[in-house]
């Protein structure tokens, strides 16, 4: 055999995730690796903590990155607040919703499905009605960002309704952690979970996730064991919650750490309402392109996501060959439409440190010179002047 270094080649990364990474943070996962329960890095994930806690913006003590993807943190949550036989309401808009069904469902509880269109926010009147119809509900649960269909829903009025029927929240916000308005205690969400692949431009493998006291107390007079060992937040606190006592539970993945920590520094070098701000700009100036170069959203204005951006494939043209083009001639990754919008739209993200005026132009420029177009960047660029 003779099998050499794997070098990939630098892309512009402009998909649903994971977003390009900062330099800074693939340069603080080449520190040296020390142990896990060295004092210097438990030093460190106490600071972890606490910008995870500013990320959030969360007082929440139970604030920590668990050891695996996003797709583990909605797990975490399900599989910690969900009992057998225990009703669910799941709002789904999109594919993350019907993940969110299936968690639920190998949970062991009954779901109660809010079913939303896709490319729309959700419905709070029809979440409203259920929450009515089911008293006996003890979770609503919802995705902030929907990363398939580029909607953003109201989160502090799903919120607000889910408590006045008592039930507890979980909240998916995988894609909108930095880039989108975001407020865990002001909107008293009570179990939320994201990811550090997508706004917060951290390598991908990480899953921040936060529990309120409420959370907490459902999960510690739980009268059936959480069935998943791995992700049972009743361990995991003895290793992420006792100050300098720290049990070994699972060796944490340290130097993956290290980009968290150093990628969170970022976000609060920059101020998370400064990031929600920059997304906005870029969204904005990316649209006016698109639309210049006749192509249309698919989410109305008022429900869109900044960082995640679907348009429609223009008339007798072949999607899969335009991304593939960009890919291979521009090292520009863009992403292909998912479940029911898969053929029909392109999702261009704009994420994390992605979210820049060089990006949008790029892409933009790519566009116009791949579909034989005009007109993308100067629409863009009138919006910069502003
Ligand atoms: C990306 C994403 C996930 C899953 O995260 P992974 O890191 O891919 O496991 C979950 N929910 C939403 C909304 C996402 O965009």
């Not at 997508?198 to 007079?221: E, H, M, T, Y």
């Not at 720290?246 to 998370?272: D, F, K, M």
């Not at 006749?294 to 679907?310: H, I």
């Not at 335009?322 to 919008?341: C, M, P």
Request: charged share 20%; aromatic share 6%.
């Amino acid at each position: 055999m003779s099998i050499t270094s794997f070098h990939p080649p630098r892309r512009t990364l402009m998909g649903p995730g994971p977003s390009d990474v900062y330099s800074r943070v693939t340069e603080a996962l080449s520190r040296p690796t020390i142990g896990h329960l060295d004092p210097m890095f438990v030093g460190m994930m106490d600071e972890v903590k606490q910008l995870l806690q500013y990320a959030f913006r969360t007082q929440n003590a139970l604030t920590l990155p668990v050891s695996a993807p996003g797709s583990a943190g909605m797990e975490t949550c399900f599989a910690n607040l969900v009992e057998p036989g225990e009703k669910v309401i799941v709002c789904i808009n999109g594919v993350f919703g019907i993940r969110m069904k299936e968690n639920v469902e190998r949970c062991g509880g009954e779901t109660v499905i809010v079913q939303g269109e896709w490319g729309r926010a959700v419905d709070p009147a029809a979440v409203e009605e259920t929450l009515k119809a089911h008293p006996d509900a003890v979770i609503l649960a919802f995705v902030h960002a929907e990363t398939s269909t580029g909607a953003r829903s109201d989160a502090e009025k799903l919120c607000a309704l889910a408590r006045q029927h008592n039930c507890l929240t979980i909240v998916d916000a995988v894609t909108s952690l930095g880039g989108s308005e975001l407020e865990v205690d002001a909107w008293g969400i009570d179990a939320i979970y994201s990811g550090t692949q997508k706004c917060l431009s951290c390598v991908p493998g990480l899953s921040p996730v936060s529990f309120n006291q409420r959370a907490v107390d459902k999960i510690q007079n739980r009268k059936t064991k959480v069935q998943s060992w791995f992700l049972d937040l009743n361990l995991v606190m003895g290793y992420w919650g006792k100050g300098a006592k720290r049990a070994y539970h699972h060796t944490a993945p340290v130097n993956a750490l290290y980009a968290l920590h150093e990628a969170l520094v970022i976000l609060q070098e920059e101020g998370i309402e400064n990031s929600w701000k920059r997304h906005q700009l870029h969204h904005n100036a990316l649209v006016a392109g698109l639309e210049a170069m006749g192509m249309s959203m698919v989410v109305p204005a008022d429900e869109r996501l900044a960082q995640l951006n679907l348009v429609t494939v223009p008339e007798g043209v072949d999607e899969a060959a335009v991304r593939a083009e960009l890919l291979e001639a521009y090292n520009l990754e863009i992403g292909a439409g998912l479940g029911d919008f898969a053929g029909k739209v392109w999702r261009i993200g704009l994420m994390g440190c992605a979210a820049t005026k060089t990006n949008a132009l790029f892409c933009l420029g790519a566009l116009e010179a791949v579909l034989g177009k005009s007109g993308g960047c100067k629409a863009a660029m009138e919006i910069y002047q502003k």
